[in-house]
Each structure stands twice: as structure tokens, then as C-alpha cells.
């Protein structure tokens, strides 16, 4: 199974570029890599999705390196309202399929 | 707003009670999912559902259960509660069952067991 680590918490500030890692070492071929964003007592809200090289949305870039054993969300230029746990999710389709979150890492922004 | 529906909001038991939690899926998504996430901690995977049948089960207890109904919402069963079962417990949709699907969550209900 891919095991996800990710760190448990960040802090930054308005305006700056905030990247988030997340570690899947054990990552299987057909495997993509989603990123949510979830606010206290709210339900996860879907950032980005990936799987390989680099995405870019709206909202935020993704960086796969070309051996797929982890992942960083780039958040450009924050603000307070990015406040939140970030969650990267990655799907496992092996005989036992399961999808294994990462313990999510809590975002602060500071003015 | 996700589209994602959940009843009750809020729920209030005791130790050794049985609970159904609903959630109706977006329109024409055919997959749903349930977590568990309790106070500050991540979310633990419970089960889903593809078109009525079970697709995947993570830690789910056997305890708990869960059906997906012809059309399409589903339920979770919680029984012989116990303290530690007070959660939040999420429901989640997508359109097909696999990882690369966006999955849209609903807002949740609390259980609380005393």
C-alpha cells in the first residue's frame, strides 16, 4: 500500500509561496495523486490533481518528479483564508483497494 | 456547496445505541464513500460504494455497516456505540469508483456518545 507522510504542520505569511510535500514511497503505476483542502468542521474541498511532472490550476501548481515517490503543492502568493489542513490523497489499486490519506499537515497564515 | 447532502447534522446518543447516518450523492455520481474523523485527527477511510455494490473497504468496524440503495444514496450503520465512536462522519461522492475521481464531500455529521 502507498503509504503517505506528510509534515504536520506549516507556517507562513501573506503573499508568500507556501509548497507542501508529501512522501508515497511505495506508489503503484496506476496511482494519481489528489490534494484537498479542508476548513474546521467542513468536509475536504479538492485542490488538484496529478501523475507526473506538473500541474497547474486556478488555485495551485503540482510538482511530480519523474520517479513518482512524492508529491509538493505549491500554494503562490497566500492569504489568511488559506488557512486550513492540507490532505494528499493517493489511491492504491492493488488487489486490496484502499485509499490512504495522509495525516494531512495544518497550514497557518499569519498577517 | 458540494451537492453532497448528509441527515441529521447533529447527533446526540448513548454508549450502546444504534445510529443510521444518510447521504445522498451528487446528481449522477454512481460511487460513494464514508470516513471517520475524530477530534483533530485525519480521516480514516471506511468503506464505498459503486452503483449499489460495495467497492473497497478500509478500517471499517464490525460494528459499523453500510448499504448504497438503488437510488443511489446510502446509509451507515453504527451500532453498539461506544465513546469512542464520537466523530465526525463524512460522506463523499464521485462519478466513477477510482482513485483519479474527484470526490465531493458532503458537510458532515456529528456524532456524539455519552
Known amino acids: 500500500l502507498a503509504k503517505t507522510t506528510q509534515p504536520i504542520s506549516m507556517d507562513s505569511y501573506e503573499g508568500q509561496e507556501v509548497n507542501i510535500t508529501c512522501s508515497h514511497n511505495n506508489i503503484a503505476t496506476n496511482d494519481y495523486i489528489t490534494w484537498y483542502q479542508q476548513f474546521p468542521s467542513q468536509g475536504p474541498r479538492f485542490i488538484i490533481q496529478g501523475y507526473k511532472t506538473k500541474v497547474t490550476n486556478e488555485v495551485a501548481s503540482l510538482f511530480i518528479p519523474a520517479d513518482r515517490k512524492s508529491s509538493t503543492l505549491s500554494l503562490p502568493r497566500v492569504s489568511l483564508s488559506d488557512t486550513a489542513v492540507y490532505y494528499c490523497l493517493v489511491g492504491s489499486l492493488d488487489s486490496n483497494y484502499q485509499l490512504i490519506w495522509g495525516a494531512g499537515t495544518k497550514l497557518i497564515i499569519k498577517p | 456547496d458540494s451537492g453532497v447532502t448528509q441527515t441529521p447534522k447533529h447527533l446526540i446518543t448513548a454508549t450502546g445505541q444504534r445510529v443510521t447516518l444518510r447521504c445522498s450523492p451528487r446528481?449522477?455520481?454512481?460511487?460513494v464513500y464514508w470516513y471517520q474523523q475524530s477530534l483533530d485527527q485525519g480521516l480514516q477511510f471506511l468503506i464505498q460504494?459503486?452503483?449499489?455494490?460495495?467497492?473497497a473497504k478500509g478500517n471499517i468496524l464490525e460494528r459499523f455497516s453500510a448499504q448504497q440503495f438503488p437510488d443511489l444514496h446510502s446509509e451507515l450503520n453504527l451500532s453498539s456505540l461506544e465513546l469512542g465512536d464520537s466523530a465526525l462522519y463524512f460522506c463523499?461522492?464521485?462519478?466513477?469508483?477510482?482513485?483519479?475521481?474527484?470526490?465531493?464531500f458532503g458537510p458532515g455529521t456529528r456524532l456524539t456518545v455519552l
Open positions: 460504494y459503486y452503483n449499489g455494490e460495495e467497492r
Open positions: 446528481s449522477g455520481d454512481l460511487s
Open positions: 463523499a461522492s464521485s462519478v466513477a469508483p477510482e482513485n483519479r475521481d474527484t470526490q465531493y
